[in-house]
């Protein structure tokens, strides 16, 4: 099927912005898409039109509008393991005073649709909507772990094992080496591979064919992960684990 040039530029403009880069000029819009600014100002009023984009009426630059939010929005809320995982995501952060994050394999990163804040931890890289590598977190680790031998040959094929810290897996062999490890634990581990500071325990959520469709995990400082902890965490986590995989149909 033919690409619509326009749509596809027009989306470009919407991944132009994130943490990093909240508010655009147009000259800076044009300069990243390699176009004329006449062109870009098309397209930024048709999102503009649509609510999709936002223009600050003093400093004349540009930023995501608030239609994202209400289709972001609506898109998680019809996410039955989301809305499944929800309280029971919320009583183990209650028992461990841990952060949850409930994570789904996209593509090849994983892609954060839940998050509990806990007491104990302050993770900053992650929130809701957010994409996280498949090398560096539990949760990736995991999916990736639990998926067919030919689904992680599709995702290896030209991965880039990007170094987010000294800890970072940094190459294939080490990677399918640990995913081996993951099948007979059955759950995963992040040792700050991702933030540093921060570590991550990791298990699966399965629906009525046994497939992992999704992943959750407790993360909390580095001091905290020692054998007591895992000793108290790992039996409410498998249980949780259970429990919602239960109410997706895995008997």
């Not at 028992?95 to 409930?102: P, Q, V």
């Not at 999916?143 to 067919?148: D, K, N």
């Not at 500071?197 to 999704?214: D, K, V, Y």
Request: net charge neutral; charged share 25%.
């Amino acid at each position: 099927m033919p690409i619509i040039q326009a749509v596809e530029r027009a989306l470009t403009i919407l991944d132009l912005f994130d943490e990093h880069a909240t508010e655009l000029k147009i000259t800076e819009i044009s300069e990243r898409m390699n176009l004329n600014k006449s062109t870009v100002h098309s397209l930024l009023k048709t999102l503009k039109k649509n609510g999709y984009i936002d223009q600050d009426g003093e400093s004349g630059k540009y930023k995501l509008g608030m239609k994202l939010l209400e289709r972001g929005n609506f898109v998680i809320t019809n996410l039955d393991v989301r809305n499944i995982a929800k309280k029971y995501l919320l009583d183990l952060s209650k028992k461990t005073g841990h952060t949850l994050h409930l994570v789904i394999l996209e593509g090849k990163e994983g892609l954060y649709i839940d998050k509990v804040e806990g007491t104990s931890a302050n993770v900053l890289y992650s929130r809701i909507g957010r994409r996280v590598p498949i090398h560096t977190s539990a949760v990736g680790k995991l999916l990736v772990a639990l998926s067919s031998q030919e689904e992680i040959d599709k995702m290896m094929n030209g991965y880039v094992f990007d170094q987010r810290t000294p800890r970072t897996i940094t190459n294939k062999t080490d990677f399918l080496n640990e995913l081996a490890e993951i099948k007979i634990n059955g759950f995963a581990m992040d040792r700050e591979e991702n933030e540093p500071g921060i570590c991550c325990l990791a298990f699966p959520i399965r629906n009525h064919t046994g497939n992992a469709i999704a992943a959750f995990s407790v993360s909390m400082p580095t001091p905290r992960l020692n054998d007591e902890e895992m000793e108290r965490i790992i039996p409410l986590m498998i249980q949780t684990g259970e429990e919602i995989s239960q109410k997706m149909g895995y008997i």
